[in-house]
């Protein structure tokens, strides 16, 4: 009979990096690197991310983070950036929601930076949008001789 449950294989990898311990230590900004917030995912290991500088630059996500530290739209970054290219940057570190809040209450990042999940970035609310069904020659015509009565039903 075997053992259940130990380490090999793997089921035996899944659910480790469910919390990060008790609190993890705050990184700040150093020089040559700069606090970001991903606007869109572009694949391939590259997201477009606005600084808070004002400048939008092409990240790359390092090896190191790539596919053990899950970034989405809208997450806070630390970014590296590049002396010869100043329209890239390497993401150095992802903040968790927390992390973030505390940035923005010590004064580290903008009063204006959106840290809620739920964010559309560049697109604009759906509520805005009216549409009308129908053909177009419809428009001219009274509509009250084509309408449907529930109850003559």
């Given at each position: 009979m075997g053992k259940k449950n130990?380490?090999?294989?793997?089921?035996?990898?899944r659910g480790k990096?469910?919390?990060d311990g008790p609190k993890r230590e705050l990184y700040y900004k150093e020089d040559g690197q700069e606090y970001a917030q991903i606007t869109k995912m572009?694949?391939?290991?590259?997201?477009?991310a606005s600084c808070f500088d004002g400048v939008k630059r092409m990240a790359h996500i390092r090896g190191k983070l790539r596919k053990k530290v899950?970034?989405?739209q809208g997450d806070i970054?630390?970014?590296?950036?590049?002396?010869?290219?100043?329209?890239?940057?390497?993401?150095?570190?992802?903040?968790?929601?927390?992390?973030?809040?505390?940035?923005?209450?010590?004064?580290?990042?903008p009063e204006n930076a959106k840290i809620n999940e739920g964010e559309n970035f560049g697109f604009e609310d759906d509520e805005d949008?009216?549409?009308e069904f129908g053909n177009a020659d419809d428009d001219e015509e009274d509509d009250d001789d084509d309408e449907l009565d529930i109850d003559d039903i």
């Open positions: 130990t380490k090999g294989g793997k089921k035996g990898r990096n469910e919390s572009l694949g391939n290991g590259r997201v477009e899950w970034m989405g970054i630390l970014v590296s950036l590049r002396d010869f290219q100043d329209d890239q940057c390497d993401v150095v570190h992802k903040y968790n929601l927390d992390e973030a809040r505390t940035l923005k209450n010590q004064g580290e990042l949008v009216n549409f």
